[in-house]
């Protein structure tokens, strides 16, 4: 199983015969999840720490549970009362991180290139848990994994990724990964959701979400990026549900096995229906939040091999 990569900062250094290796694996983690006894000694006498410098939920809960189920010793530190906040720069923390000597650390920031940077200055395996509006891999490879695993295939799919593109690293990471392998991507949301540029990246885009949705085999619902929006960019949340919230009239363009997805936190009634969200006929959503750790399981064992591979020179 070839991975090369010394880090996970992003889907873009990513090869397909690298994508593929960590949704095979992937797999194999699912099986393990499921089973009655779920632990691993995969990642035993390593350590992991996750560094979030944003508030996350579903992230931060799914990288802890996989690092323990592979039996890691798993530090959460607490970024909103740190010494970052008393002035000390992502330098500093990065040399009293290397005092610590870790090796898998998982970073989630609110600006880009911010992960990047702490790779550059760490001795250890980096994995991007979300910088800023820049990535999100693993969410695109559990997206990924969620969507092989539902059409049989992850390549020559249609698949409509849908609301607010232009602040969501996610939407970035899915739209590279998926190209990659393949597919044909269309973009559906309002011009002001919209970045510059867009259309250089070989998707199509479309502003009626009727059109953009129409025989597509999958529609992934994005949320809407408050905190990242700094003025108006829709005109009420009434109005964005009624042109761009996921229901049942507009699913019906969607080829009859469409699946509907969603990264989450979800906005019922602005970005999607809840009946619909919760369909268990076309809903894949708590899918998502399941393959979720199998894939930070995958991503940390291949991460752990080459680290283990490594010349103990070139770690120190």
């Not at 550059?120 to 969507?147: F, M, S, W, Y």
């Not at 899915?174 to 990659?180: D, E, P, S, T």
């Not at 885009?205 to 129409?214: C, I, K, S, W």
Request: aromatic share 4%; with cysteine.
């Amino acid at each position: 199983m070839r991975f090369d990569q010394r880090h996970l900062l992003g889907i873009e250094p990513l090869r397909p015969d690298e994508i593929t290796a960590l949704l095979d694996l992937s797999d194999k983690y699912v099986t393990l999840n499921r089973a009655r006894d779920k632990r691993s000694t995969t990642l035993s006498g390593l350590t992991q720490i996750n560094m979030f410098f944003e508030n996350s939920t579903r992230t931060q809960a799914s990288f802890e549970l996989a690092g323990k189920r592979m039996g890691a010793d798993v530090m959460n530190m607490s970024m909103q009362a740190s010494s970052i906040k008393k002035g000390e720069t992502l330098i500093d923390t990065a040399m009293t991180l290397n005092a610590m000597h870790p090796d898998l650390l998982v970073v989630r920031h609110p600006h880009s290139g911010a992960v990047d940077l702490l790779a550059q200055k760490v001795n250890c395996a980096v994995i991007n848990a979300g910088d800023g509006r820049h990535e999100h891999p693993t969410q695109a490879l559990l997206d990924a994994l969620t969507i092989r695993r539902a059409k049989g295939r992850l390549h020559r799919l249609s698949i409509a990724i849908c609301g607010d593109i232009a602040h969501s690293r996610v939407a970035r990471s899915n739209i590279m990964l998926l190209g990659k392998m393949e597919n044909r991507i269309r973009l559906v949301g309002p011009a002001t959701l919209m970045p510059a540029g867009i259309r250089d990246l070989g998707c199509e885009v479309y502003e009626d979400m009727n059109e953009g949705l129409q025989d597509v085999d999958v529609v992934m619902m994005l949320r809407l990026q408050k905190e990242r929006m700094d003025g108006g960019f829709i005109p009420s949340e009434r109005e964005y549900y009624h042109r761009y919230g996921l229901d049942a009239e507009k699913l019906a363009r969607a080829k009859p096995d469409a699946i509907v997805m969603h990264p989450g936190p979800m906005n019922r009634g602005v970005e999607i229906d809840g009946t619909l969200a919760d369909d268990i006929n076309r809903s894949v959503i708590q899918e998502q939040v399941e393959m979720g750790v199998a894939v930070r399981m995958a991503v940390m064992d291949l991460l752990a091999r080459n680290l283990r591979a490594r010349p103990k020179e070139v770690l120190v």
